[in-house]
């Protein structure tokens, strides 16, 4: 089984500054995916970024990119330069690579509030 | 679609009914995921389907909770006898890969069903 710890329930950053969710993760494979999701008050999902865990250099996506510690099993999420647009709920999930029956596992989210 | 699409966006259900909620994926897509997203807390995990077979159903709650996917396209995620606990946001996703984290997973806006 896999866990998913987000342990910031709110984080609030400046309108351009930068900010770090941080995410956890447990897991007994060797081989898995990780992933960073949006989710904005109309409930849709929206993939930010993904990593596989295989591969030791970090995923970048614009101004999104991952702190990926596997030994640690530390995922964090920053954001550069934030915008408004950036406000949404965020969750970290995981995803074993093996059968491909099984599910993501989400954390319980972090709430991203972007000061003006 | 351009999207995956999931109605009615809202249900409101006595203690008892049966309720049915629908999901269209994205066209062509192979793999369809429902989720459960009680207020406040991450989707999870329900059931899986890789064209119209229906692969893991390991986290539907009780055997209230059935998932068909009969023409591998459209899915019905129905529940009977519905209870309280059961009110939460459920969650479709698609995918063009049969195999999980190949692929981007494509969320719908969600299904916010109340018990009363």
């Known amino acids: 089984a896999q866990t998913v710890t987000q342990s910031q329930p709110e984080m609030s950053v400046q309108e351009a500054e930068t900010v770090t969710l941080s995410c956890t993760y447990d897991?007994?494979?060797?081989?898995?995916?990780l992933f960073w999701y949006k989710q904005p008050p109309s409930r849709q999902m929206i993939l930010v970024i993904r990593?596989?865990?295989?591969?030791?250099q970090n995923a970048t996506e614009n101004r999104f990119s991952v702190n990926f510690q596997k030994a640690a099993k530390s995922f964090s999420l920053k954001i550069s330069d934030s915008q408004l647009g950036d406000a949404a709920m965020y969750f970290c999930?995981?995803?074993?690579?093996?059968?491909?029956?099984?599910?993501?596992?989400f954390g319980k989210g972090t709430h991203l509030i972007i000061q003006p | 679609g351009a999207g995956v699409s999931q109605s009615p966006r809202y249900k409101v259900a006595k203690r008892g009914q049966d309720v049915a909620l629908r999901c269209d994926p994205i066209?062509?897509?192979?793999?369809l995921f429902w989720y459960q997203q009680a207020l406040g807390q991450g989707p999870e995990f329900l059931t899986y389907?890789?064209?119209?077979?229906?692969?893991?159903k390991s986290g539907l709650p009780s055997d209230r909770f059935f998932a068909e996917r009969p023409e591998g396209s459209v899915s019905t995620l129905k529940i009977q006898r519905t209870q309280q606990e059961d009110s939460a946001v459920y969650l479709c996703?698609?995918?063009?890969?049969?195999?999980?984290?190949?692929?981007?997973?494509?969320f719908g806006e969600g299904s916010r069903l109340t018990v009363l």
């Open positions: 996703a698609s995918s063009s890969h049969s195999l999980a984290g190949a692929g981007e997973l494509f």
């Open positions: 999930a995981s995803l074993s690579s093996g059968g491909g029956a099984d599910g993501l596992t």
């Open positions: 897991t007994s494979e060797s081989d898995y995916y």
């Open positions: 066209s062509g897509h192979v793999s």
């Open positions: 990593q596989e865990a295989y591969k030791q």
């Open positions: 389907f890789q064209n119209e077979a229906q692969l893991d």
